[in-house]
């Protein structure tokens, strides 16, 4: 038997070795290959620069529907899969299909089993699930082992689960296992159910997983914004860990929002658990919690107006807005100023409007830090004492006998405003409570008297008790000096309005005036400096007798806005910078496609040693591109057609191979030396780089066959080099040695000018070592009530200094010592932008002297740095 | 520009590959054709073969050898065989599945009836351990030397002369299996 079965193998394996073409067949076999491998690869193959053929990839998706059918041939299925490692195209539509067969799986027929055999199965399997559960029970296996962790209950828009450096599209009904990561894009809505049956509803940009324990699962959140409908949890609590705060709950309906600047926890219903450096907040409906001091609170309404269950969230929370409220105030400073009896009797067409707080008051302290200030730098009292310094003390002093000879006079506010009456030119006037109006009529002349001695005799302002008394003079200015009411103004018919407001206790009109509106509810959450503009009145003023054009009018970020407020004040003891834009209508253009403030994950890639970063949050490439097609073919001047044209011509879809392919984030940073050339990168949001890559390849085929053309002929090569998994791309122009390499890592495309810098990017996203979670950068965070930012611009400082210091220390330079006293100064800048449906915020917690003196230094030492830079190069 | 990664060079070209296309397609070819016992799969799997080289660096495809290429072409060629398998197993169980359920029999290895000698043993070799299989392919289908096979997959003959043994045995048994089934099934 065995002998025979011997001579069956060696009979198969002559069989074997003898099956095989004859030398016509296999050159006619290796012939056909050879053009396919061409074919798949573009053609020819050594330019690795050319488009990859578009027929490859879609030979490969039409075998997919065979291949997950199982009909595909071996062969096929093996170049097939081949082809989707590395093709997102293909493994979406396989995953689709996938998918899509989920659902009638459940209604396949079931095979008969006899009823002994399936109730001693039943049986003996409760018997072995017991056993085997109190075994890992024990040994700590069982909570975190589960296929269906999280199961997709709907979504719209783009929603991805990120695997190691793969991003794969999910879909309703897609099921994922603990500590699968899960992000939604902008635009996006989804509802996710756990294992318990709690709900996540997920705001654009939320980035996820759950894992598994005992005690109930836990939601980790990376950014973003959840509402979290907890199921009753037994025993065990629900919780989700944001970094900065542990939340723990059993069955209640919440919200977590986290991003750069801190969490934000609001509670809808029942009772919420917040946990931070080992203190425990208890928190009940209507109630919030922000995990840093910046972050303002917000109203709880407002943090969950974005769900699909928001009315019924905001009939909850209205049985308890008192409470609310009471939280609302917490906040405010008795420092500031809620309200301004002035302001109502301004007339009804003010169009700027000024506040400042009582600064005559609080002149003698403001002199004296600024002479104990300049006491304390040499340098600066060198040139204070100098021949030119002390002619400037002499005027100081001056002004020193005006202001403190009005110290308690005014009120605790001045207010400047620009008004216009009857259709009049604008007039301005200045408000301020009077407390003592013998003093300041006696302060007024006196200062006339100074001004006329100096100026032959000109008395610049004429004192009056009444603006209707008859026979007034005509100087420039009026100061009238009424009953505790001061107001200065060229115009004697604006301070009769004035006057007649305050004689009937009623308004000047001011109040019915959308502007007092906006000035009112600043008012509401404290003010000290502010600055309210009614911006079309202002335009109108500015291009007065200007038709705008319609691509004027598209483009034009002021077009819909209806007011602006710049503000400074402390909040909790921290300066709060802002300018806020509010929206009259839905604005066009630029404003419109900057994103609401969202999580930007491109900032993960920066470390917290950079030296600058940047970065904005768009709109979906698409609908920019929509929007700005839409708004050429309504102009009707051939520019709809001539983009039409151009992508015939270069045989590209710009809309789907291109837009479709980017996401709305891209970060500029200095991060690295900055000799002997800045290590600048560049991250970029992509949701489809492989069709972005192709569109690439094809572009630079285009260029280069152009240049070919062309008088020089120089060329971009694109070569490719796998790294770790991932492909790292490097793009150089011939006709300078100038070479970019790229890389697309979890959804983003990184540039740098080295290799290096993308790695140690990479480095930085994948440890957690970066800008985000640096304290430095948090702590130069502006506040306010958004988590996130839809833009954002940063700096180093110091990081910057020590590299001019070094260069001028290495030139011996010493003219540039000062440099070491702007040590002293903020180490860091920041200021972020965010965009809401009805205004735009520009924020900072820095004075705008940090941002300006660093780009003095810069400029300064440009030069140096170019010499520098040329001197290291090798 | 400061230091690159080393392994980023000149992007493979025309002329290298083309060079390894005309040198060693006709080895892969039969190889790939022997195991699997179709042209196309052959076809396909020089594609395969040579779609991976492009994407593979310069230096990469300068250390590319005709051995390196064989085995290249067993092991695509034994997945292959290993994939078919594996529906084939598992369509046949499904019928005699169905058979059971209607009485009608029960011959779950019914498919492989089918295959000729070849196919039987190629697919004997895809159930074997990887290794294994590699060896007896190189060692007695392709015919190299225990000392040429020793060097390809970096090991030592007399490893080589175990592993072999070890997969004719293994080999001679499920035939041997087969075999009786076939009888008892004829």
């Given at each position: 038997?065995k002998?025979?079965t011997e001579?069956?193998?060696?009979?198969?394996?002559?069989q074997?070795?003898?099956?095989?073409g004859?030398s016509?067949?296999?050159n006619?076999?290796?012939?056909?290959?050879?053009?396919?491998?061409?074919?798949?690869?573009?053609?020819?193959?050594?330019?690795s620069?050319s488009?990859?053929?578009?027929?490859?990839?879609a030979?490969?998706s039409?075998?997919?529907?065979?291949?997950?059918n199982g009909?595909?041939?071996?062969?096929?299925?093996?170049?097939l899969?081949e082809h989707?490692?590395e093709?997102?195209?293909?493994?979406?539509k396989?995953?689709?299909?996938?998918?899509?067969e989920?659902?009638?799986?459940?209604?396949?027929?079931v095979?008969?089993?006899?009823?002994?055999?399936k109730?001693?199965?039943i049986?003996?399997?409760?018997m072995?699930?017991?056993?085997?559960?109190?075994?890992?029970?024990?040994?700590g296996?069982?909570?975190?082992?589960?296929?269906?962790?999280?199961?997709v209950?709907?979504?719209?828009g783009?929603?991805?689960?990120?695997?190691g450096?793969?991003i794969m599209p999910?879909?309703a009904g897609?099921?994922?296992?603990y500590?699968?990561?899960?992000?939604?894009?902008?635009?996006?809505?989804?509802?996710?159910?756990?294992?318990?049956?709690?709900?996540?509803?997920?705001?654009?940009?939320?980035?996820?997983?759950?894992?598994?324990?005992?005690q109930g699962d836990?939601v980790?959140?990376?950014?973003g914004n959840?509402i979290?409908?907890a199921?009753?949890?037994?025993?065990?609590?629900?919780?989700?860990?944001?970094?900065?705060?542990?939340?723990?709950?059993?069955?209640?309906?919440?919200?977590?929002r986290?991003?750069?600047?801190?969490?934000?926890?609001s509670?809808?219903?029942?009772?919420v658990w917040?946990?931070?450096?080992?203190?425990?907040?208890?928190l009940?409906?209507?109630?919030?919690?922000?995990?840093?001091?910046?972050?303002?609170?917000r109203?709880?309404?407002?943090?969950?107006?974005?769900?699909?269950n928001?009315?019924?969230?905001?009939?909850?929370?209205?049985?308890v807005?008192?409470?609310?409220?009471?939280?609302?105030?917490?906040v405010?400073?008795?420092?500031?100023?809620?309200?301004?009896?002035?302001a109502r009797?301004?007339?009804?067409d003010t169009?700027?409007?000024?506040?400042?707080?009582?600064?005559?008051?609080?002149?003698e302290?403001?002199?004296?830090a600024?002479?104990?200030?300049?006491?304390?730098?040499?340098r600066l009292?060198?040139?204070w004492?100098?021949?030119?310094g002390?002619e400037?003390?002499?005027?100081?002093?001056e002004?020193?006998?005006v202001?403190?000879?009005?110290?308690?006079?005014?009120?605790?506010e001045f207010?400047?405003?620009?008004?216009?009456?009857?259709d009049s030119?604008?007039l301005?006037v200045?408000?301020?409570?009077?407390?003592d109006?013998?003093?300041?009529?006696?302060?007024?002349?006196?200062?006339?008297?100074?001004i006329?001695?100096?100026?032959?005799?000109?008395r610049?302002f004429?004192?009056?008790?009444?603006?209707?008394?008859?026979?007034?003079?005509?100087?420039?200015?009026?100061a009238?000096?009424?009953?505790?009411?001061?107001?200065?103004?060229?115009?004697?018919?604006?301070l009769?309005?004035?006057?007649?407001?305050?004689g009937?206790?009623?308004?000047?009109?001011?109040a019915?005036n959308?502007?007092?509106?906006?000035?009112?509810s600043?008012?509401?959450q404290?003010?000290?400096?502010?600055?309210?503009?009614?911006f079309p009145?202002v335009?109108?003023?500015?291009?007065?007798?200007?038709?705008m054009?319609?691509?004027?009018?598209?483009?034009?970020p002021?077009?819909?806005?209806g007011s602006m407020i710049?503000?400074?004040?402390l909040?909790n003891g921290?300066?709060?910078?802002?300018?806020?834009?509010?929206?009259?209508?839905?604005?066009?253009?630029?404003?419109?496609?900057?994103?609401?403030?969202m999580?930007m994950?491109?900032?993960?890639f920066?470390?917290?040693d950079?030296?600058?970063?940047?970065?904005?949050?768009?709109?979906d490439?698409?609908i920019?591109?929509?929007e700005?097609?839409?708004?050429m073919?309504?102009?009707?001047?051939?520019?709809y057609e001539?983009?039409?044209?151009?992508q015939?011509?270069?045989?590209?879809?710009?809309?789907?191979?291109?837009?479709?392919s980017?996401?709305?984030?891209?970060?500029?940073?200095?991060?690295?030396a900055?000799?002997?050339?800045p290590a600048w990168k560049?991250?970029?949001e992509?949701?489809d780089?492989t069709?972005?890559?192709n569109?690439?390849?094809?572009?630079?085929?285009?260029?280069?066959?152009?240049?070919?053309?062309?008088?020089?002929?120089?060329q971009l090569?694109?070569?490719k080099?796998?790294v770790g998994?991932?492909?790292l791309?490097?793009?150089?122009?011939t006709?300078?040695?100038?070479?970019?390499?790229y890389m697309f890592?979890?959804?983003?495309?990184?540039?740098?000018?080295e290799?290096?810098?993308?790695?140690?990017?990479?480095?930085?996203?994948?440890?957690?070592?970066?800008?985000?979670?640096?304290?430095?950068f948090?702590?130069?965070?502006?506040?306010?009530?958004?988590?996130?930012?839809?833009?954002f611009?940063?700096?180093?400082?110091?990081?910057?200094l020590?590299t001019?210091?070094?260069?001028?220390?290495t030139?011996g330079v010493?003219?540039?010592?000062f440099?070491a006293?702007?040590?002293?100064?903020?180490?860091?800048?920041?200021?972020?932008l965010?965009?809401t449906?009805?205004?735009?915020?520009?924020?900072?917690?820095?004075?705008?002297?940090?941002c300006?003196?660093?780009l003095?230094?810069v400029?300064?030492?440009?030069?140096?740095w170019?010499?520098?830079a040329e001197?290291?190069?090798? | 520009?400061?230091?690159?990664?080393?392994h980023l060079?000149?992007?493979?070209?025309?002329?290298?590959?083309?060079?390894?296309?005309?040198?060693?397609?006709?080895?892969?070819?039969?190889?790939?054709w022997?195991?699997t016992?179709?042209s196309?799969?052959a076809?396909?799997?020089?594609?395969?073969?040579f779609?991976?080289?492009?994407?593979?660096?310069?230096?990469?495809?300068?250390?590319?050898t005709?051995?390196?290429?064989?085995?290249a072409?067993?092991?695509?060629?034994?997945?292959i065989?290993?994939?078919?398998?594996k529906?084939?197993e598992?369509?046949?169980?499904?019928?005699?599945?169905a058979?059971?359920?209607?009485?009608?029999?029960?011959?779950?290895e019914e498919?492989?009836?089918?295959h000729?000698?070849?196919?039987?043993l190629?697919?004997a070799?895809?159930?074997?351990?990887?290794?294994?299989?590699?060896?007896?392919?190189l060692?007695e289908?392709?015919?190299?030397t225990?000392?040429?096979?020793?060097?390809l997959?970096?090991t030592?003959?007399?490893?080589?002369?175990v592993?072999l043994h070890?997969?004719?045995?293994?080999?001679?048994?499920?035939l041997?299996?087969?075999?009786?089934?076939?009888?008892?099934?004829?």
């Amino acid at each position: 038997m065995k002998k025979d079965t011997e001579k069956l193998l060696e009979k198969a394996v002559e069989q074997v070795k003898g099956r095989t073409g004859d030398s016509e067949q296999l050159n006619q076999s290796a012939s056909r290959a050879w053009q396919e491998i061409e074919r798949h690869a573009g053609n020819p193959v050594s330019q690795s620069g050319s488009h990859v053929s578009e027929t490859g990839c879609a030979r490969f998706s039409r075998l997919v529907p065979a291949y997950h059918n199982g009909t595909l041939d071996e062969a096929q299925s093996t170049l097939l899969r081949e082809h989707m490692r590395e093709c997102f195209s293909c493994k979406s539509k396989l995953r689709r299909l996938q998918s899509a067969e989920k659902a009638p799986a459940a209604a396949m027929p079931v095979r008969r089993t006899p009823a002994w055999l399936k109730w001693g199965s039943i049986a003996a399997g409760l018997m072995l699930m017991v056993l085997a559960a109190q075994f890992m029970f024990w040994a700590g296996m069982l909570p975190g082992i589960s296929a269906d962790a999280i199961t997709v209950n709907s979504m719209q828009g783009i929603f991805y689960s990120l695997s190691g450096r793969e991003i794969m599209p999910v879909s309703a009904g897609d099921v994922f296992s603990y500590g699968e990561t899960l992000k939604t894009g902008p635009e996006t809505a989804a509802v996710v159910t756990l294992r318990d049956g709690s709900e996540l509803e997920l705001a654009p940009r939320t980035e996820f997983d759950v894992v598994g324990g005992w005690q109930g699962d836990t939601v980790r959140l990376n950014r973003g914004n959840i509402i979290i409908r907890a199921s009753d949890q037994g025993s065990g609590r629900l919780k989700v860990l944001t970094g900065d705060c542990d939340v723990a709950v059993k069955g209640t309906i919440f919200s977590v929002r986290h991003g750069l600047k801190g969490s934000r926890v609001s509670v809808v219903e029942g009772e919420v658990w917040v946990k931070k450096n080992g203190d425990n907040t208890v928190l009940n409906a209507g109630q919030q919690y922000t995990s840093r001091a910046g972050l303002a609170p917000r109203a709880v309404a407002e943090e969950v107006a974005w769900s699909r269950n928001s009315s019924e969230y905001l009939e909850m929370l209205a049985a308890v807005s008192d409470l609310h409220r009471a939280i609302e105030n917490v906040v405010m400073s008795e420092e500031l100023r809620y309200n301004s009896g002035l302001a109502r009797l301004l007339p009804q067409d003010t169009f700027i409007y000024a506040a400042a707080p009582n600064v005559v008051d609080r002149a003698e302290s403001f002199f004296q830090a600024v002479e104990d200030a300049i006491a304390d730098n040499p340098r600066l009292s060198e040139g204070w004492n100098s021949e030119e310094g002390l002619e400037l003390q002499s005027h100081l002093d001056e002004l020193k006998n005006v202001v403190y000879g009005l110290e308690g006079v005014f009120g605790d506010e001045f207010i400047m405003a620009v008004s216009r009456i009857t259709d009049s030119d604008p007039l301005p006037v200045i408000l301020a409570e009077s407390r003592d109006n013998a003093t300041l009529v006696a302060e007024i002349e006196a200062l006339n008297d100074r001004i006329a001695e100096e100026s032959e005799g000109i008395r610049p302002f004429a004192v009056i008790d009444d603006p209707f008394a008859d026979g007034l003079p005509d100087p420039p200015l009026l100061a009238w000096c009424g009953d505790g009411l001061f107001a200065m103004s060229p115009s004697l018919e604006l301070l009769q309005q004035i006057a007649e407001a305050d004689g009937s206790e009623g308004t000047g009109g001011f109040a019915e005036n959308p502007l007092y509106e906006v000035i009112a509810s600043q008012y509401d959450q404290g003010v000290d400096w502010i600055l309210a503009v009614d911006f079309p009145s202002v335009a109108d003023l500015a291009d007065a007798g200007h038709e705008m054009t319609s691509d004027e009018e598209f483009v034009n970020p002021f077009r819909s806005i209806g007011s602006m407020i710049a503000k400074r004040k402390l909040v909790n003891g921290e300066p709060e910078n802002q300018i806020i834009f509010s929206f009259t209508e839905e604005p066009t253009g630029p404003l419109a496609w900057l994103a609401e403030p969202m999580p930007m994950g491109a900032m993960d890639f920066v470390s917290p040693d950079a030296c600058i970063a940047a970065g904005v949050s768009m709109q979906d490439p698409v609908i920019i591109l929509d929007e700005m097609l839409e708004y050429m073919a309504d102009a009707d001047d051939g520019s709809y057609e001539e983009f039409a044209d151009l992508q015939d011509e270069i045989g590209l879809d710009i809309r789907n191979d291109i837009a479709a392919s980017m996401g709305g984030e891209a970060l500029f940073a200095l991060d690295g030396a900055l000799l002997p050339s800045p290590a600048w990168k560049v991250i970029l949001e992509v949701y489809d780089e492989t069709s972005l890559q192709n569109s690439i390849e094809y572009l630079l085929s285009m260029a280069n066959t152009a240049a070919e053309a062309g008088e020089d002929g120089h060329q971009l090569v694109l070569q490719k080099s796998p790294v770790g998994g991932s492909t790292l791309y490097s793009l150089t122009y011939t006709g300078s040695d100038i070479t970019v390499y790229y890389m697309f890592v979890r959804g983003y495309m990184i540039l740098a000018p080295e290799y290096s810098i993308i790695d140690k990017a990479i480095q930085y996203q994948s440890t957690g070592y970066s800008l985000v979670n640096s304290p430095d950068f948090i702590a130069s965070l502006p506040s306010g009530e958004s988590v996130d930012l839809s833009a954002f611009y940063y700096h180093d400082f110091r990081s910057i200094l020590d590299t001019v210091k070094e260069m001028v220390n290495t030139d011996g330079v010493e003219a540039f010592s000062f440099l070491a006293d702007m040590e002293d100064g903020p180490a860091q800048f920041m200021s972020g932008l965010y965009r809401t449906d009805s205004e735009l915020v520009i924020s900072s917690n820095n004075d705008l002297q940090d941002c300006l003196s660093i780009l003095g230094v810069v400029g300064a030492f440009a030069d140096t740095w170019e010499e520098k830079a040329e001197a290291i190069q090798p | 520009m400061s230091a690159q990664p080393e392994h980023l060079t000149e992007p493979v070209s025309s002329a290298s590959l083309k060079d390894l296309y005309e040198q060693h397609s006709r080895m892969i070819l039969s190889t790939a054709w022997r195991i699997t016992g179709k042209s196309d799969d052959a076809e396909d799997i020089l594609q395969l073969i040579f779609l991976r080289l492009l994407k593979s660096r310069s230096s990469d495809l300068e250390a590319v050898t005709g051995g390196y290429l064989r085995r290249a072409a067993v092991n695509a060629s034994l997945d292959i065989v290993r994939n078919r398998g594996k529906h084939q197993e598992q369509s046949s169980l499904e019928e005699s599945a169905a058979l059971r359920d209607t009485g009608s029999g029960d011959n779950p290895e019914e498919i492989l009836r089918s295959h000729d000698l070849a196919d039987a043993l190629c697919l004997a070799l895809s159930r074997l351990n990887k290794r294994a299989a590699e060896v007896f392919v190189l060692r007695e289908i392709e015919g190299l030397t225990n000392d040429k096979t020793a060097e390809l997959l970096g090991t030592t003959p007399n490893t080589v002369t175990v592993t072999l043994h070890r997969a004719r045995t293994s080999l001679l048994e499920t035939l041997s299996s087969w075999e009786g089934l076939s009888e008892r099934t004829r």
